[in-house]
């Protein structure tokens, strides 16, 4: 079973300041994604990365996924209230195909007071 | 267009009941799957049905079922409920490119399940 690590588990920070948020297993995933989710919603879709090294900006977060494809790490710049969240990373056994099984870490607790 | 839904928000059940979720993906999405999550484990992957079919199973036993109508929604089921079975139910729908490309999940808000 593969398992994913997020760290750190809760991360409460000050308007405007910069966080990383990490994503870590010891198997490697053809493709790893990032959810945000609110609390009474379901996650949803931030970024797929699929490349070894590949980094993807989203207005003020920049995800990368690790060269071997084991980690992936989540920036936020200048980090707002309307960022809290769970933030989840998930990583996909199978690259498209027919296998949509996703693993998923347990998640960041982001708090981002004004 | 419409987002996943899924019926109902939220439910009540006594030990040993069952119960039948719901859900509808987005329009053109024949993929479904299901997750629960709770606050010790995270979400896990229950299953996912392609086309009427279960294509992939996760780890829980046997009272948990689901299944996918030709209109590709979906129900799952649980029988004999146990208190541990308290949690957040979550659909999710996706969709494959020809080229076998996929886009990752849509996921409705979720049935929140509380057995007393």
């Known amino acids: 079973t593969q398992l994913l690590e997020q760290s750190p588990q809760f991360l409460s920070i000050q308007e405007g300041e910069n966080l990383t948020v990490y994503c870590n297993s010891s198997s490697v995933f053809s493709s790893l994604q990032w959810y945000r989710q609110e609390p009474g919603e379901g996650p949803v879709l931030l970024v797929t990365?699929?490349?070894?090294?590949e980094v993807k900006k989203l207005k003020r977060l920049t995800f990368q996924f690790g060269d071997a494809r084991k980690d992936s790490s989540l920036h936020i710049t200048a980090a707002q209230p309307g960022d809290t969240g769970l933030y989840l990373c998930?990583?996909?056994?199978?690259?498209?195909?027919?296998?949509?099984?996703?693993?998923f870490g347990k998640g960041t607790l982001l708090t981002v007071n004004p | 267009k419409a987002g996943v839904t899924q019926t109902p928000r939220y439910l009540i059940k006594t030990r040993g009941q069952q119960v039948t979720l719901s859900c509808s993906p987005i329009s053109g999405h024949r993929s479904v799957s299901w997750y629960q999550q709770t606050p010790g484990q995270g979400l896990q992957f229950l299953f996912e049905?392609?086309?009427?079919?279960?294509?992939n199973k996760g780890n829980f036993p046997g009272r948990f079922s689901g299944r996918q109508f030709s209109n590709s929604r979906s129900e799952m089921n649980v029988s004999t409920l146990e208190l541990g079975d308290s949690a957040l139910y979550l659909c999710?729908?996706?969709?494959?490119?020809?080229?076998?490309?996929?886009?990752?999940?849509?996921f409705g808000s979720g049935t929140r399940l509380t057995v007393v």
């Open positions: 999710a729908s996706s969709l494959t490119s020809r080229g076998g490309n996929w886009y990752g999940y849509t």
């Open positions: 049905y392609f086309s009427e079919t279960q294509r």
């Open positions: 990365v699929v490349t070894g090294g």
């Open positions: 998930a990583g996909s056994e199978n690259s498209g195909g027919s296998n949509y099984k996703l693993t």
